[in-house]
């Protein structure tokens, strides 16, 4: 494929969908004061706080929206000629200059607040030397060291990915064996499903295949752009993995998000069709405003 048709596998309700995710992850957070509440509510605030307590899967749609996008970088990159410390010098700059910006107004407004808190003020700060690095280079799992921020978990997981993508991305065009490539991903993703907890260095897995759902969803749009029906035979790939992802552990079945993500997934491409009058539609291009990323993959 040409690097010009990579314009193609623009998905233009991503940012709706972006939108809708972030908007869910902040009324979850909002909520947190009304799911301290013991005494009964008014109706309306007790459908409220329900509503708003499913907000987290929020960003388990990142994970899928984010592999998606993740996977249409590569690819053009691929198509260009670039290498795999190209992208994650690219990923670098999207992600820690925020995030340190936050950490750092985070610290900020913790001492700022100390004398009007009760709380100790070192519990809002990096535990030491450690602790701080851990959380400037995101590592804080790995560590098993609690963050400062405590919302960055999911950022932690993101990292992952890249790196997991990259390795994917040297395998198949730096080393020329894309083969290698594809049982690399799959290695990783039963690793991310075996029974069990993982262990603190492979806990960048956790979340993997969520992200593998998204890069199906961007197999299934270049399949659908070039050969029509073909496309579906990638709709197989989340449902294996959520299928795999029901492993018998002490009598019970492990469920986890993946199902949900993997249900996300497989709207994402029976939506594709008709991407561009939903991306039109005026009632929501609020949500492609809030949730347009700065950065483009095409």
Known sequence: MPPSSGTHLRYACLDHWRGFACLSVMLFHCSNPLAAVQSSLHPWAAACKSL??????????????????????????????????????????????????????????????????????????????????????LVNPYFQLPPTLLVSWSLVHELAFYFLAASAFLIAARLNRPRLAGCFILATAALALAPGSLPPFLIGLKFWPEFLCGAAVLMHVRDRVRHGSTAWLWALFPLVLAAGNLSPLAGSLRVTTLPAAACFALLLMALHPFDRPISQLRMLKWLAWFGASRTRFT
């Not at 987290?56 to 990159?77: D, E, N, P, T």
């Not at 200059?97 to 808190?117: C, D, E, H, K, R």
Request: hydrophobic share 55%; proline share 5%; glycine share 10%.
């Open 52 to 137: 708003a307590s499913c907000g987290w899967f929020g960003v388990h749609l990142f994970f899928v929206i984010s592999g998606y996008c993740v996977a249409a970088k590569i690819q053009r990159m691929i198509e260009l000629g670039e290498n795999p410390g190209s992208f994650l010098l690219d990923r670098f700059f999207r992600i820690f200059p925020a995030y340190w910006a936050a950490l750092g107004l985070a610290v900020l407004i913790a001492f700022l607040a100390s004398p009007f808190s009760s709380g100790n003020l070192e519990d809002s700060l990096p535990d030491g030397i450690r602790g701080l690095l851990a959380d400037v280079f």
